[in-house]
T-cell receptor, first 114, second 112 residues
Framework: AQSVTQLGSHVSVSEGALVLLRCNYS??????LFWYVQYPNQGLQLLLK??????LVKGINGFEAEFKKSETSFHLTKPSAHMSDAAEYFC????????????FGAGTQVVVTP | EAQVTQNPRYLITVTGKKLTVTCSQN?????MSWYRQDPGLGLRQIYY???????DKGDVPEGYKVSRKEKRNFPLILESPSPNQTSLYFC???????????FGPGTRLTVT
């Protein structure tokens, strides 16, 4: 069974600084990995995903994530934070032998300060 | 416009009064799913459906029912709501599992 751990429920970054959100997963089979973003009072939208192939994945709004199998990690980064990046971010995992089930992490709230 | 719609968006009800939250998508997606979101817990999957008449339990199915009689609709039924079902509920759909899911706007439910 899969599980997802997001380190840090709240992260504060300065505008222009690096954004780093950590996600570790446990999975007994090859996983599909996702990062979703939720803006206030909205549903979730996909930032990026890893299924197979290249381990460095680029997403929307300048975000990217790297799948590291040896570390069971899928950390999300953005080189330079913008005020509009303030939102809650969720890492999620789906396993190849149970595609219907999607497990989310607890979420990380990002605050961007001027 | 491609979208997932949920109704109602806000609902306050009392313990034990049956309710249904509707979910509809216009993208001809086979896969649909329900989640609840609670502070500090992220989103937890309640039920999902791989296609018409095919549904399965997620991580927190107790107290909920679903049906999938048509491809576009996936209602969530609370036969006897209790206060611990007070939460923010999201419906989502995708062409198949394992790919991007499209989320509805959410339904905020309060059970008193």
């Amino acid at each position: 069974a899969q599980s997802v751990t997001q380190l840090g429920s709240h992260v504060s970054v300065s505008e222009g600084a690096l954004v780093l959100l950590r996600c570790n997963y446990s999975s007994s089979v090859p996983p599909y990995l996702f990062w979703y973003v939720q803006y206030p009072n909205q549903g979730l939208q996909l930032l990026l995903k890893y299924t197979t192939g290249a381990t460095l994945v680029k997403g929307i709004n300048g975000f990217e994530a790297e799948f590291k199998k040896s570390e069971t990690s899928f950390h999300l980064t953005k080189p330079s934070a913008h005020m509009s990046d303030a939102a809650e971010y969720f890492c999620a995992v789906s396993e190849s032998d149970s595609w219907g089930k999607l497990q989310f992490g607890a979420g990380t709230q990002v605050v961007v300060t001027p | 416009e491609a979208q997932v719609t949920q109704n109602p968006r806000y609902l306050i009800t009392v313990t034990g009064k049956k309710l249904t939250v509707t979910c509809s998508q216009n993208m001809n997606h086979e896969y649909m799913s329900w989640y609840r979101q609670d502070p500090g817990l992220g989103l937890r999957q309640i039920y999902y459906s791989m296609n018409v008449e095919v549904t399965d339990k997620g991580d927190v199915p107790e107290g909920y029912k679903v049906s999938r009689k048509e491809k576009r609709n996936f209602p969530l039924i609370l036969e006897s709501p209790s206060p611990n079902q007070t939460s923010l509920y999201f419906c989502a759909s995708s062409l198949t599992p394992g790919v991007e899911q499209y989320f509805g706007p959410g339904t905020r439910l309060t059970v008193t």
